[in-house]
């Protein structure tokens, strides 16, 4: 049996693409064609994790296709739409010093500048501009929130992150 826990979401199939077998590939990495950088490929389907095996891939007008080992008709893609493309994170490059992947924000605890707790990160966005972090308080707090998107714009919200201590210090106003 193998262990998921250190597995992470690289990607996301999407529709099929022609008749042989071939999909559209949704890259969640900073340059999308880096995810066919990170081997093997794990997906889960019905609940059970597989992994999945890149025979080929190009750029397909404003997208990335791909083609999978075994999978070599349009119902057999189809059938993996909307699979999320998981791999080993420990296969992740070493970042730079201030750099984060989103595996390491989420869990940490966020506390505005003045000391409040707003709660914990639990979910990422991407919205184009910037990122966005989901942070949710365990209950409804004083200002009746639950939970709080705030943008991932160093300097002028995100004042630190602290991965040792799972604690990210922003400048953010608990009543927004």
């Given at each position: 049996?193998?262990n998921t826990?250190n597995?992470?979401?690289?990607?996301?199939?999407?529709?099929?693409?022609?008749?042989?077998g071939?999909?559209?590939?949704?890259s969640f990495?900073?340059f999308?064609?880096?995810?066919?950088?990170y081997?093997p490929?794990?997906?889960?389907?019905a609940g059970k994790?597989?992994?999945v095996?890149?025979?080929?891939?190009?750029?397909h007008?404003?997208?990335m296709i791909v083609?999978?080992k075994?999978?070599d008709d349009r119902?057999q893609?189809?059938?993996?739409t909307?699979?999320e493309?998981?791999?080993?994170?420990?296969?992740?490059p070493?970042?730079?010093?201030?750099?984060?992947y989103?595996?390491?924000?989420?869990?940490?605890?966020?506390?505005?500048?003045?000391?409040?707790?707003l709660g914990?990160?639990?979910?990422?966005?991407e919205t184009?501009s910037n990122d966005v972090?989901?942070?949710?308080?365990?209950?409804?707090?004083?200002?009746?929130?639950t939970?709080?998107?705030?943008?991932?714009?160093?300097?002028?919200?995100i004042k630190q992150?602290?991965l040792?201590t799972?604690?990210?210090?922003?400048?953010w106003?608990?009543?927004?």
């Amino acid at each position: 049996m193998m262990n998921t826990e250190n597995l992470i979401v690289v990607g996301k199939l999407g529709s099929s693409y022609g008749i042989r077998g071939w999909l559209r590939i949704f890259s969640f990495t900073e340059f999308p064609d880096s995810i066919f950088d990170y081997k093997p490929w794990y997906i889960q389907r019905a609940g059970k994790w597989q992994e999945v095996i890149v025979e080929s891939f190009k750029p397909h007008n404003q997208d990335m296709i791909v083609k999978l080992k075994g999978v070599d008709d349009r119902d057999q893609a189809n059938a993996l739409t909307n699979a999320e493309v998981f791999v080993d994170a420990e296969k992740l490059p070493e970042l730079n010093q201030g750099d984060f992947y989103w595996k390491d924000l989420i869990g940490c605890r966020v506390k505005t500048v003045n000391g409040y707790d707003l709660g914990q990160v639990t979910d990422l966005m991407e919205t184009g501009s910037n990122d966005v972090l989901v942070v949710k308080a365990n209950l409804k707090d004083a200002f009746g929130a639950t939970e709080r998107l705030i943008p991932f714009v160093e300097e002028q919200f995100i004042k630190q992150v602290d991965l040792t201590t799972k604690m990210i210090m922003v400048d953010w106003d608990p009543a927004f």
